[in-house]
């Protein structure tokens, strides 16, 4: 499912641009004490590596230690504003301690903390359309509301602000950019939907082998209105965490590079989105005339599949 979801959000928002460029910013925050330094900051380490493979496009900045500070955050956040341009991809992971105190969410860091209301305005001053921000810390639940917006996608570690343990969602977060069974549609692609599913799966079970009252609850919001969910999947909803690529296929970033396959995988990409669309409309669509439109898009994306691989 994870794999028709993201196309067909690809052809329902036009976000299908091959030759975009990817900005990731990831954020390691205060520790507290030294090993839980020393853990947040090799999960920035480990993200900034798996990242990496996304291709010469992918362009990130890992700020950690005592350089993350609220202005350092500031200022890199304002040079990627001068840069990026309205088709590119932009993606903020932040990992540490978040606090809440009943009005206000705010991201642990050296010197003064930064508030939800704070980031979402450096966020909002961004060209690039397509927007994930993973908030991997404690209490992260209650800065969905300020980080919430049309065309950016936003996980949390917790449900709420008063979820205030140190949360082990970011470990599995990482690990879905490690793990092959990240890849649920076995596509060589590891969408935002997908990772999110591999993470909120294995942190309940963490919580289930420990036999421990889970502590946190794992949310993911791609819709203007706020909403956020457990388990999107339900309802066919996340429609543009599954089309949002965090990790890409390999032969993905080769073919990008070839303009000629370019337009041939943008046209694949869009048959596969009418076809899961399809799927949806099945229901309310006559058996005869649903089988004579899926055979019809199921043949041309055959052939255009054939020309990709020549």
């Not at 900005?23 to 900034?48: H, N």
């Not at 040079?79 to 932040?94: E, K, Q, R």
């Not at 303009?259 to 990409?269: A, I």
Request: charge should be negative; charged fraction near 25%.
């Amino acid at each position: 499912m994870g794999c028709c979801l993201r196309i067909a959000a690809l052809l329902l928002l036009s976000l299908s641009s091959l030759q975009a460029a990817n900005y990731y910013v990831i954020v390691s925050g205060l520790g507290g004490t030294p090993e839980y330094q020393t853990q947040f900051d090799k999960w920035a380490t480990d993200l900034e590596h798996n990242l990496g493979a996304n291709g010469p496009d992918a362009h990130i900045q890992k700020i950690t230690g005592a350089a993350a500070t609220r202005e350092n955050l500031r200022r890199s956040l304002a040079g990627l504003a001068d840069s990026m341009h309205a088709d590119d991809a932009f993606s903020l992971m932040m990992i540490g301690h978040g606090t809440f105190d009943g009005t206000e969410y705010k991201f642990n860091i050296p010197g003064p903390d930064i508030t939800a209301g704070e980031l979402a305005d450096l966020l909002n001053h961004l060209p690039a359309k397509r927007q994930l921000v993973v908030d991997m810390s404690s209490c992260s639940g209650a800065a969905m509301a300020a980080l919430a917006k049309e065309d950016r996608i936003v996980v949390t570690a917790t449900k709420s602000g008063n979820e205030k343990n140190a949360p082990v969602f970011a470990r599995y977060w990482i690990d879905a950019l490690q793990d092959p069974a990240a890849d649920s549609d076995k596509n060589g692609t590891v969408s935002a939907l997908e990772a999110f599913e591999y993470a909120r799966r294995k942190t309940s079970g963490y919580f289930d082998s420990e036999k421990l009252l889970a502590t946190e609850h794992p949310l993911i919001s791609d819709d203007e209105s706020r909403n956020s969910l457990r388990d999107p999947k339900a309802g066919g909803q996340a429609l543009k965490a599954a089309a949002f690529p965090v990790l890409r296929a390999p032969s993905e970033n080769v073919l990008a590079a070839n303009p000629q396959k370019q337009q041939l995988l943008s046209k694949k990409q869009q048959l596969e989105a009418r076809i899961d669309r399809l799927k949806y409309e099945k229901a309310s669509m006559e058996p005869e005339e649903y089988k004579q439109q899926l055979t019809s898009l199921l043949l041309e994306l055959a052939h255009t599949q054939a020309d990709i691989d020549r």
